[in-house]
């Protein structure tokens, strides 16, 4: 009988170890805000064709800082490490760079790790459309290996006024160092 009511009372222990550890679980996550609904969703892309000594005629970028020193049609090996462009690149509203654009991506983007692809973005959507008229402004580090990378909406004028947000980036095309495009999935949580 002495066996019988220590195995009950062992499994006592057992099921309020399990309580506490369910409960605290739950408790865990109690004080966590949860996201609202999102305001404003919508997919735009950009193009961007460096300029590489050749391309004069239809580049939209170009490097103004370099290693290299004063080579800016060169892109460093070594994952690009210290190279930094400036951008005016065209906004569609699909993948097609020949489609008619809805605005201008204007900014810049650095190539800031030796060890990895990686670079940092700083640039605002100017549209002019009748979809979307205004600016959004992003900021932040873009890990290019990642498949899909989240930066930061800081703000925005017109439609979009001190916006602020996500926006879910991913290269949709790249070809070599002259061109790459971005589709930019922006979700916004503050629109006014």
Not at 12 to 32: E, N, P, Y
Not at 129 to 145: C, Q
Request: proline fraction near 4%; glycine fraction near 8%; include cysteine.
């Amino acid at each position: 009988m002495a066996m019988r009511s220590d195995r009950v009372l062992q499994l006592c222990i057992l099921c309020l170890v399990v309580s506490a550890m369910v409960f605290k679980s739950a408790d865990c996550h109690r004080g966590r805000k949860r996201l609202p609904k999102p305001c404003k969703n919508f997919v735009l892309y950009f193009h961007d064709i460096i300029y590489n000594g050749k391309n004069a005629h239809n580049a939209t970028s170009a490097l103004v800082a370099a290693p290299q020193g004063a080579n800016l049609t060169i892109m460093t090996g070594n994952n690009h490490f210290g190279n930094l462009a400036v951008f005016d690149d065209p906004i569609t509203l699909d993948n097609n760079l020949h489609s008619p654009p809805v605005g201008r991506a204007q900014g810049f983007y650095f190539y800031d790790m030796k060890n990895t692809f990686s670079s940092w973005l700083g640039f605002t959507f100017v549209l002019n459309s009748t979809h979307h008229k205004g600016t959004i402004t992003f900021n932040g580090a873009d890990p290019i290996l990642v498949k899909y990378r989240d930066i930061s909406v800081v703000g925005g004028t017109g439609d979009f006024l001190m916006a602020r947000g996500i926006a879910t980036i991913d290269t949709d095309a790249y070809e070599g160092d002259v061109y790459f495009r971005l589709r930019v999935n922006i979700t916004l949580y503050e629109c006014y």
